[in-house]
């Protein structure tokens, strides 16, 4: 299929439409309400749905509702937005419903401001909400990622029937570039009629399906959350992704670096090279499960002399590339967050104050 140029946040709401998605219940904020304006028009051609709930934390429940069901269903919103909805995520994942959720992350905190940011790290990867859970976090570097990423988190979450969260920034969501919708991520949905809560004479059954996230009995609860804990393990032995880059030279410095601010990093280490200067860079592309044992052993080399965390933050990701690493390397951080991205020359300056 030929490319086509496309806005971030558009590619992302036709992504769903082509992964099956039919259902799509946002509330409108910057910098990511063109999904909803898109989606607003084309759920329609598709016999779909879309709802403009009357706030975020109405969408979070309607979110869950058509989980519940067991139906396709996507929201995309931006932090404040996200932090809303955090409670129903919360439910959500006790319940082992299947839903994906696009956060096209803001500044912060507070309100911020409606420029790109990284600050909703922890947010997404140290679960947000109340309880023991976790979302499977996916992080696109532009827009095709998005694309293709969007696709498969929904295929992640009937999988693991729980939450999938697309952690983007303000820039990937309006950024245009040319993207391909490929044809082998659309997949159809897994046989639901175990668990949904879809009408017995639809399922043809005589066996009532209860979702629930409350759980009285203590056994019961702790038995909710080890089944949990077990879907986690498993994510962090299946879904582990990454991509090295410059990672094959003797670098002396290690860079880990996700989203938007990766590609920066990249365009930094192509420059550097050309000085004779060999820096390599881990991109963890899923941000739970994190890439520990690559991180480790990309850390460990033995021409690396240190590694720094680079995130448009004031520092949330480092926290997990120095648990990675053990204390076997000094790890630095550099973060901006008041939605300038930093340029390459500044990260070059950064880099050569540490060699």
Known sequence: MSKVLMKGNEAIGEAAIRAGCKNYFAYPITPQSEVAEYLAKRMPEVDGVFLQGESEVAVG???FGAAAAGERVMTTSSSPGVSLMSEAISYISAAQCPAVFVNIMRGGPGLGGILPSQGDYFQATKGGGHG???????????????????????TLAEKYRGPVMIL????????????????????EPSNKDDWATSGMDTRKSNKR????????DPKELNANNLALKAKYEQMKKEEVLYEGYNTDTDYKVLIVSYGTMSRVCKTSIDMMKQEGIEVGLLRP??????PE???????????????????????????????????????????????????????????????
């Open 61 to 63: 429940y309607m979110i």
């Open 132 to 154: 023991d859970y976790h979302l499977l976090v996916l992080a696109p570097d532009g827009v095709q990622e998005a694309v293709e990423m969007t696709m498969k988190a929904f």
């Open 168 to 187: 983007g920034d303000g820039l990937i969501g309006q950024m245009m570039e040319p993207v391909e919708f490929p044809d082998d991520l659309k997949t």
């Open 209 to 216: 399906n209860l979702v629930r996230s409350l759980f009285l």
């Open 285 to 290: 592309k899923s941000l739970f499960p994190f």
């Open 293 to 355: 044992e690559a991180i480790f052993k990309a850390a460990t080399k033995e021409s690396c002399k240190s590694v720094i965390s680079i995130e448009m933050s004031m520092g949330q990701m480092v926290e997990d590339v120095e648990r990675c690493i053990k204390g076997q390397k000094k790890v630095d951080f550099y973060g901006e967050c008041g939605g300038e991205i930093p340029s390459p020359e500044k990260i070059i300056d950064v880099i050569k104050g540490l060699l």
